[in-house]
């Protein structure tokens, strides 16, 4: 017998050699039902998987756990490849994962699939899952599984297999004639999937390498229950509607231009936005002892070499060659410099916690395929900050960084979650000091979040320290990776970096990295999506809209609109000779929060009729007082 925990704390006494979809049973008929996968002491797994010690088990289902619904679509994604190769015989396998909302699969064709073709190919795939094929497991020594895949004429999994590190587990899922090389897990049987739906496809490189071949991607969705699609399929449709590119050149905030891939133009309304927010970020920092700085653009590869970018991150970066015939590089990340500013004078451990922010701007160089909007760009200004501090020091500043994440993104209405990221397997540095900042992380998550209620990915932080990653949720339900706060014991010891403790001796301090909007260029992305270009008049570009009905009314909407924005408000007069009617569904169609109409009556009455693009007609104001209604919305944040 072992004993099982399970994650509300239960302890149960099972027999060895128990599978976790057994154990699911014992638990409930129901829950075994729903399980899709399941997390053994951290680890995610088959239902198939064997238990053989006592362990800490959760059973992962479509509904609890993204885990649990990755393993849902990347049965799923089999399933397609399967339709696929049904419909296209010809066609080779590449990869197909799971990704946050649903999955893919890349295929080599020998031309793209055509709408007729998906069509095919769904159709196919609800004859499969009717078909309710048991999907097994099982395993293969190296070169039987590269002969195996060389006599199904797969080479790309081939290729994937002579990869794999030696004494790896090769592991294959077979469902009725099609079989597939994976690593899993996945359902029993073709049948546990309800509801699916081809979306798109698209060209995309092997391996994401522009030098190899042009592959077919096809994405896709899957839920259990028809309703949930039909949910998602609706939210999609409203996505598009709220797309941030297309928002961004129908109101004017920025654009894309072929003269600079991946770089935004940003025009005077967009950067009025930017710097709203920049300057909220600012207050909010300073007033948290935060010392804002700025660094250099370019450095010298030996930087990059001492920071380890340079054998790991060259690929990313835009490398020149300076007169000197030395090698420089744009600056992909501002850590570097932020060191160097610490480093700069002798520090004392009065001067702990030390916290540097700034925003200058970064460059990174993604691949042309992975361009996406302000969500990928190749140019942008990170809303950084490097604390350094000592091991005392870790839970309490943690717990500082993730208050000011709570009150920028309550701002928004952002709901968001925590996920901490644990020890990996290739971590350096002393064990012992790993295992103190996780505790620490542990319990200051465990306050702000109450205990169980947020994330742990194990083996996920990085090699220099772990991470607790923030993501939101918008208004449509789509999940955002947002900030993130990462704890770092190797940069300091890579720089030597010290400071004089209160003995009079040397110590290294610990770095936190930390971003929490991710980028300004990315945030104003989401929320342009968010809000759908109407934005809240305290952050709204143009704040108010004067309309005169003629013009006899010009003189007055313009000294309205010089009182306004000599208050501070953001306003413009519309004087075009246009009726009212067509003023107002432009100001609408731009999203101003504000239109006042000037006709006779409101210059006779030394007054402006209010027309709100939230609330509708509010009717005649006074000046002071629409003005005073306005800035409490401003101070309030009012959404």
């Known amino acids: 017998m072992i004993k099982v925990e399970l994650k509300d704390g239960k302890r149960l006494e099972v027999s060895e050699g128990i599978s976790v979809l057994e154990l699911a049973k014992q638990i409930s008929e129901g829950l075994a039902r729903m399980a899709t996968a399941g997390r053994v002491d951290g680890k995610v797994v088959d ?19 993204l885990e649990g619904k990755k393993a849902y679509w990347h049965t799923t994604s089999h399933i397609m490849a399967q339709a696929v190769k049904r419909v296209v015989p010809s066609a080779n396998l590449a990869i197909g994962p799971s990704i946050d909302n649903g999955f893919y699969y890349d295929f080599d064709v020998e031309v793209p699939f055509t709408d007729e073709d998906k069509a095919k190919i769904e159709e196919e795939m609800k004859k499969i899952i009717k078909e309710d094929l048991a999907i097994e497991r099982f395993v293969l020594p190296r070169e039987e599984a590269i002969q195996f895949m060389q006599e199904k004429g797969e080479p790309y999994k081939v290729e994937l297999i002579e990869d794999l590190p030696e004494g790896e587990e090769i592991s294959f899922y077979r469902q009725g004639d099609f079989t597939d090389l994976c690593a899993g897990p996945h359902l029993q049987s073709t049948g546990k999937v309800k509801s699916i739906k081809i979306l798109t496809s698209s060209g995309a490189y092997w391996r994401g390498d522009e030098h190899n071949k042009m592959l077919q991607r096809i994405y896709g969705i899957s839920f259990p229950k028809a309703s949930e699609l039909e949910e998602y399929l609706n939210m999609i449709e409203e996505a598009k509607k709220r797309d941030h590119r297309k928002l961004g050149k129908e109101l004017e905030l920025f654009f894309f231009d072929e003269t600079a891939p991946g770089m935004a133009y940003w025009m005077p309304k967009g950067f009025k936005m930017m710097n709203i927010l920049i300057e909220l970020w600012r207050r909010e920092h300073e007033k948290r002892g935060y010392l804002e700085f700025s660094g250099p653009q370019l450095n010298s590869s030996e930087l990059w070499k001492t920071s380890g970018h340079w054998d790991h991150y060259k690929e990313d970066m835009f490398v020149l060659t300076d007169s000197d015939g030395k090698e420089q590089a744009l600056k992909p990340m501002n850590c ?12 004392s451990y009065k001067e702990l916690p030390l916290r540097f922010n700034d925003i200058d701007v970064i460059h990174r160089n993604e691949k042309s395929g992975q361009l996406n909007g302000l969500f990928r760009v190749r140019m942008f200004r990170q809303d950084d900050a490097h604390n350094f501090i000592t091991e005392e020091q870790i839970g309490s500043e943690i717990k500082d960084i993730i208050e000011i994440a709570k009150y920028l993104y309550g701002i928004f209405g952002l709901d968001f979650e925590l996920t901490l990221s644990t020890r990996p397997d290739d971590y350096m540095g002393d064990i012992a000091l790993w295992n103190k900042a996780e505790a620490n992380l542990r319990d200051v998550l465990d306050e702000l979040c109450g205990k169980d209620q947020y994330r742990i990915n194990e083996g996920d932080g990085a090699f220099y320290g772990p991470k607790i990653d923030i993501k939101m949720k918008d208004c449509l339900g789509r999940e955002w990776q947002m900030g993130t706060v990462q704890v770092d014991f190797q940069l300091p010891l890579r720089f030597n970096l010290s400071y004089i403790d209160s003995n009079g001796d040397k110590k ?25 270009g109407a934005f809240p008049v305290w952050l709204a570009p143009v704040q108010v809209k004067v309309l005169p009905i003629s013009d006899s009314q010009k003189e007055y909407a313009r000294k309205i609109a010089e009182e306004l924005g000599n208050k501070g408000f ?8 246009e009726k009212i009617g067509y003023k107002i569904r432009e100001a609408q169609l731009q999203k101003i929060p504000y239109m006042l109409a000037i006709g006779d009556k409101e210059i006779a009455e030394n007054a402006v009729s209010v027309r709100s693009r939230k609330d509708g007609e509010m009717g005649k104001m006074s000046v002071e007082e629409f003005a005073k209604k306005v800035q409490e919305e401003m101070d309030t944040f009012a959404r």
């Open 47 to 65: 239902l198939r998987y064997v238990l053989n010690q006592d362990c800490k088990v959760e059973i992962l289902t479509f509904e609890n756990d």
């Open 336 to 347: 570097p410099n932020a060191i160097k500013i610490f480093a700069s004078k002798l520090r």
């Open 508 to 532: 290294t301090p610990i770095l936190i990295h930390r971003a929490l909007f991710g980028s300004f260029e990315r945030f104003i992305g989401i929320i342009t999506e968010h809000f759908a």
């Open 570 to 577: 953001r306003v413009e007069v519309d004087d075009r000779q």
